[in-house]
């Protein structure tokens, strides 16, 4: 219990720490401006007006959120060993392993709340143009948040080891990028023989699978995440965390 209080008492820092930074109401009204154009984009759609402002405002949601993720998570801890933070947390009985937990789960705690606000301000806009709530909506938020759940995980084990927090921020975007081009990599690597299609395969256990979260793509279809995904989304998070966990325990703080 006690390392539990102790891990949400990190983890509700560091959220208030995001909250009230100002690159989160910089993104925040970029987010809404950014929605807006998506309607104006939707008018010109006539006939499928309601499936472009529902494709394009759910994609700007995500490179919002993502954007606003991978700065946070590729700057936290370098600013707090910088400032010499840290220093003053593990001067107290506090376990490595419950401070970068708690500051994982802070940013995913601010992660969360961005979505959830864009999409109430989407959903807003929506109905404003006359539409409901878009099929596999929910489904598709939760989709999102599982993608930025396995990037930022992974951007605070390459802040680790990174030299700066822009290297880690390209890092994490091509990344971000790779994985969304997961089968046809893996049909490269299937097409592919000898040393390039090993080294095509054994690169593929580098990059997570994000298209298994893209449940805006089932729309009319299945309309929900599989287990798989689930299970994919928390081995990632759960690996980057335990190799976060190595780099930090490593480090003279």
Known sequence: MRILRLTWAVAVNSFSESVRHRFFTLFSVFAFTAIYAS?????MAVDQEARVLTDFGLA???LTALAFAIFNAASVLPK????KTIYLVFSRPVPRGVYLAGKLAGSLLTSALMLAVMGAMHLLLLKVRGFGVPPCYGWALAGSMLKLCVI????FFVS???TSAVSTMVISGVVWTAG???SETRFLADQSAGVKSAGLKAAMWLIPNLQLFNARDLSGAACSIAPPAFLSAAAWV??????ALWLISKKEF
Not at 238 to 243: E, M
């Open 238 to 243: 759960g690996g980057s965390y335990l190799a």
């Open 60 to 62: 700007l949601m995500e």
């Open 152 to 155: 930022t995980s992974f951007a």
């Open 160 to 162: 680790l080891f990174s």
């Open 180 to 182: 969304h081009f997961a």
């Open 80 to 83: 707090e060993a910088e400032t």
């Open 39 to 43: 309607v104006l984009a939707g008018v």
